[in-house]
């Protein structure tokens, strides 16, 4: 591709807007794909000329999105600004962050009702409720009505106490209110439950959850130089 200087990108950027057009480079993207646009009007560029690759190229580069390789995500747009001859506009970043956050869970279980393991999934995004599924393991025995019983009673104490811990984790971190979100599955074996006046017990201590960090940015991008 043909080098070009910055008084040729220039000159181009004020022919495709001599008459009042709205010039811009958008970008999207992350987690190893994305792309960039030129849009005259809002409108893309479906057949950029070479000069017009080069721009775009200066831009991605100098906001720093030469590529989009790495986990995060990002979107973004800079005007054509011809009265101070550059890019200006905002960059919206965003990646993934993990944390634990300690609690204490409480699952009983009547001593009387045989299984071999608990399998426990939980789901709960920032906007809406939790949700809990539990299941029994039965290898050697009967699966009961008593078994489906305490599966949907389990599931409710997950589903109440998982919501009180998500308002803590909310209350502590107010920035991340907005993209909070746990998904998590493990399983419990007969022999990790304790017996206590009658009833199998165990506790769960902590539950990991993910979240966004967002970061907006401000751009400009001379073509003065």
Not at 40 to 56: A, C, L, R, T, Y
Not at 124 to 131: H, S, T, V, W
Request: overall charge negative; aromatic content about 10%.
């Amino acid at each position: 591709m043909k080098k070009y200087t910055y008084l040729e990108m220039l000159r181009r950027c004020e022919e495709l807007t001599r008459n009042g057009e709205s010039l811009a480079i958008t970008w999207n993207g992350g987690n190893d794909s994305g792309y960039h646009n030129i849009e005259i009007n809002n409108q893309k560029i479906n057949s950029p000329g070479e000069i017009d690759e080069v721009i775009i190229d200066l831009v991605a580069k100098q906001a720093g999105y030469g590529s989009f390789t790495g986990n995060f995500s990002t979107d973004g747009q800079v005007i054509y600004n011809p009265e101070n001859k550059c890019f200006q506009g905002k960059d919206n970043y965003s990646e993934s962050g993990w944390d634990e956050h300690s609690c204490e869970i409480l699952i009983e279980i009547p001593q009387e009702l045989w299984f071999d393991r608990l399998d426990i999934a939980i789901e709960q995004l920032y906007d809406e409720n939790a949700f809990a599924e539990a299941s029994f393991l039965v290898i050697n025995g009967p699966y009961t009505p008593m078994h489906n019983s305490y599966q949907q009673s389990i599931q409710e104490t997950i589903d109440d106490r998982v919501a009180t811990e998500v308002e803590k984790i909310v209350q502590e971190h107010t920035e991340i209110a907005d993209t909070l979100e746990i998904n998590t599955a493990f399983s419990i074996n007969f022999n990790e439950f304790q017996l206590e006046k009658g009833k199998y017990i165990h506790k769960i201590n902590s539950l990991d959850y993910s979240y966004q960090n967002r970061i907006v940015s401000d751009i400009t991008i001379s073509l003065n130089d």
